[in-house]
């Protein structure tokens, strides 16, 4: 039996009892239990751990030589102070018995640039072969003090994840797509993890948005031509990266990823028999089209899993045969893949960050290679490129025409362009679907998408201008919609809309009529009624008086809207890319649980057009982090919410946005969770040999010239983590993710270990079978919001008391 030494006081003096001290404030009865060999120091000193600050009654505290453990006190607040690491505990905040939090070994790692030295003494934690065994120790370590510290409320997050399953309908279908003479859809079975990918033969010749694919026993049978659920079972994460039927519908290609690292290998089966045609094409990257009935062109990456060449494939040949369409040299550009709505061009783009040229392969000939459609110059930028009849179309962006104009040229005559679509200040081109007879442009006009569609001439006219469109009408003020798959043929478009209150909706619409038909909507189970929520756009003012738009959401029956609501707060702000404000089921676990969500549309984000995103980049990245302290603020002034109800979430950068705001108002938030988060933004910059680096040079600046070194170091969050109180944060990372290291999160949590002078959580949750999009199954991916939203809800003491296990 262990020997135990005991406390007991009554007052609040400092008293010394079996040679320890015990501090002002301590009531009634606390046990402390040491292993013998534990010298007298450091039993003063766990106890000071322990009892310095607010005590409250009957805490028992068990420590052992690596385990500190806390039996249930009698009421529900108390304060538990570790060693290494502290968290302020009230109700839920502690588990009944808690693993130390790691401590990262220190090995000195001297970096000095432009007069300046940086030490990074967590720089041993990269490690690109993920084998090492201290590196996988001290990650495995960090799981499991995650898991100690929520295990308390596990039970809660396992109700939590089966609230939000129930609210899914397992066995369902994607709304068929029409292509040829087949039906194409996706098929969700009860309890799996992954989809069918499946076809049905179409019985009717017209083609009208009234269409609807047969079923029951007198349609014509389903026919399964991918069973995901059946490839995935030998491995921890599975992935279609892309699913491409050619033209004749007699063949099917499929990329999948394993490992979560991006790296696919290429599958072609017989559509019908679904045996495999020829061998699978190995290290691939997801960009896959078909050139033809008998050729696939695909992209491959070098060591830096940089997207650098372009192939042609010929079916039953082996791959070290296939001749290379084109190799881009430059490590600042990345190759991607288009396929012309037609079918009969397939499109090799070349970009940066700044420009962007295109050449184009006739699939009807591929064995002549790629030829120059638009050429490389400096600043210009070509995207978006298709083709009909005669002409091809593409959109052009520059300094001058930032938000691009669409332009169309002759297949013979490259050279000679002519604007359809002139630049316009205010309305940013986004992206555009090209059929027959009609175009579809995809736009962003105050915020907000747009479509909008125009008859296009007949084929053999002259084409040097475009009519008037006309826009599709959306209800919500703030919303998403986008352009899905639809026939060239066709005068069909489908689109999907959805609001942070409105499902995902599927319509088709005539472009003759204007008529829209819906055509689905998600299910949403569990009693979900769209009218009990309430959408908002609201502006907050930043600190150069720029407006700054937020999209809100809250239960109307359950907030109070006078600043006693718990609120979760949501931004991203880099690549130019789109935060919308779309439906997401499973956070209706927080919103019928009384939080306000609000999304931030920050500069570095491409909301209000390419001028936006341009004010949250290089040098001015700090307007990101700005912006969304800005949105914090008038979210608080304008009582949504209070700092001790403020919570923020973002990923990969978004993971950058969160670790600069902590760092600079680390007194705004009340808890923080940092997905995958880009944190080393100095160093991993400055290495090449990471993948995205060098082209992402035009996004964040090059660090190996001082005036970008010391700007982007004056936000980078690993280099600014301060000596000073933080909120509870949470941080993941995916062992195999590609794109943002798992060392980044893995050094970020051991420097802030190190120098956070709070009490409060601070866990790291790294999957070990999951890259930079976390786990692959939809129900795995259920599990990972139930864990953030418990984490959330602990942060708060929101967690009931009958729901936290002792």
Not at 88 to 115: D, Q, W, Y
Not at 474 to 484: E, T
Not at 524 to 537: K, M, P, Q
Request: net charge neutral.
């Amino acid at each position: 039996m262990r020997k135990m030494t005991t406390i007991r006081t009554s007052s609040a003096t400092t008293r010394v009892v079996g040679g320890l001290k015990v501090l002002p404030g301590l009531q009634r009865l606390v046990g402390l239990r040491f292993p013998p060999s534990l010298s007298r120091d450091c039993r003063q000193f766990l106890i000071s751990k322990c009892e310095k600050s607010s005590p409250s009654p009957s805490p028992i505290y068990i420590c052992s030589s690596s385990r500190l453990s806390l039996l249930p006190p009698t009421p529900l607040s108390y304060r538990l102070r570790s060693i290494h690491g502290r968290y302020n505990c009230h109700s839920s905040m502690a588990p009944a018995t808690a693993v130390l939090p790691p401590v990262a070994k220190k090995v000195e790692h001297v970096m000095e640039m432009f007069g300046d030295v940086r030490v990074d003494n967590y720089y041993w934690l990269r490690d690109d072969s993920r084998s090492n065994p201290d590196v996988l120790a001290h990650l495995e370590q960090e799981n499991a003090y995650t898991n100690s510290v929520m295990a308390d409320t596990k039970s809660f997050e396992e109700g939590l994840y089966g609230e939000m399953r129930g609210r899914i309908k397992e066995d369902d279908e994607s709304v068929p797509t029409r292509r040829g003479g087949f039906y194409y859809y996706d098929r969700t079975l009860k309890g799996k993890e992954y989809v069918q990918h499946c076809r049905r033969s179409v019985v009717t010749a017209d083609h009208t948005v009234h269409d609807v694919m047969p079923s029951g026993p007198e349609a014509p049978p389903e026919h399964v031509l991918l069973d995901e659920n059946i490839k995935a079972q030998q491995h921890q994460f599975y992935s279609i990266g892309a699913f491409k039927v050619s033209p004749n519908q007699k063949l099917v290609a499929y990329a999948e990823d394993t490992k979560g690292n991006e790296v696919y290998t290429v599958h072609v089966i017989d559509a019908e028999t679904l045996a495999p045609v020829g061998k699978p094409i190995t290290n691939l990257t997801c960009y896959l089209q078909w050139a033809g009935d008998d050729a696939l062109v695909y992209v491959t990456m070098d060591e830096t899993l940089r997207p650098d060449k372009a192939w042609l494939h010929k079916l039953g040949t082996d791959q070290s045969t296939d001749s290379c369409l084109y190799h881009e040299k430059d490590d600042m550009f990345s190759l991607n893949l288009e396929l012309s709505e037609s079918q009969k061009y397939v499109f090799i783009s070349s970009d940066s960050k700044t420009t962007g040229f295109v050449f184009y392969v006739d699939v009807s000939r591929p064995e002549d290679g790629a030829k120059v459609l638009t050429p490389r110059v400096t600043g210009i930028e070509a995207s978006s490129v298709s083709h009909r009849g005669n002409h091809f179309f593409f959109m052009r962006r520059s300094d001058e025409i930032f938000n691009s104009e669409l332009l169309a040229c002759p297949v013979d005559d490259v050279s000679s362009t002519s604007v359809l679509i002139p630049h316009r200040d205010s309305i940013k081109i986004r992206d555009m679907r090209l059929f027959a007879d009609h175009l579809a442009v995809y736009e962003r006009e105050n915020g907000l998408p747009k479509i909008t569609i125009f008859q296009l001439p007949p084929v053999d006219d002259p084409l040097t201008s475009l009519k008037d469109g006309r826009s599709v009408d959306f209800a919500d003020p703030v919303y998403d919609a986008s352009l899905k798959g639809s026939p060239y043929e066709s005068s069909i478009l489908r689109f999907s809309y959805s609001s942070l209150r409105t499902p995902t909706s599927v319509y088709d619409y005539d472009m003759n009529t204007g008529i829209s038909v819906l055509k689905k909507v998600e299910t949403v189970l569990g009693g979900f009624d769209s009218s009990n929520y309430v959408t908002e756009r609201k502006w907050a003012t930043a600190l150069d008086g720029t407006q700054i738009p937020m999209s809100i959401v809250y239960h109307k029956g359950l907030v109070n809207l006078d600043g006693s609501d718990p609120l979760l707060l949501y931004g991203y702000g880099s690549y130019e890319v789109c935060i919308d404000a779309l439906f997401k089921a499973s956070r209706l676990a927080l919103l019928d649980r009384g939080f306000v969500f609000a999304i931030a549309h920050i500069r570095g984000g491409g909301e209000m057009g390419r001028q936006w995103y341009e004010n949250g980049k290089f040098f001015k990245k700090k307007n990101t982090f700005s912006d969304f302290i800005d949105c914090a603020e008038y979210l608080i002034q304008n009582k949504y919410c209070s700092k001790n109800k403020l919570c923020i979430e973002g990923r990969s950068a978004g993971g950058l946005l969160i670790g600069s705001v902590l760092n600079m108002r680390p007194d705004l938030f009340n808890a923080a969770v940092a997905g995958v988060p880009f944190v080393d933004v100095v160093t991993t910059m400055l290495d090449p040999t990471i993948p995205l680096t060098t082209a992402e040079w035009e996004e964040w600046g090059d660090p190996r010239k001082e005036e970008f070194y010391h700007y982007m170091k004056s936000y980078s969050p690993v280099d600014n983590v301060a000596a000073q109180n933080y909120p509870h944060i949470l941080i993941t990372a995916g062992l195999n993710d590609p794109r943002v290291l798992y060392s980044e999160p893995a050094k970020y949590v051991a420097k802030l270990r190190e120098m956070k002078t709070d009490d409060n959580m601070l866990l790291f949750r790294c999957e070990f079978s999951a890259g930079h999009r976390a786990k692959s199954g939809r129900f795995q991916k259920l599990r990972e919001d139930a864990f953030i939203y418990t984490f959330i809800l602990k942060a708060l003491n929101m967690i009931p008391p009958s729901h936290i296990s002792q």
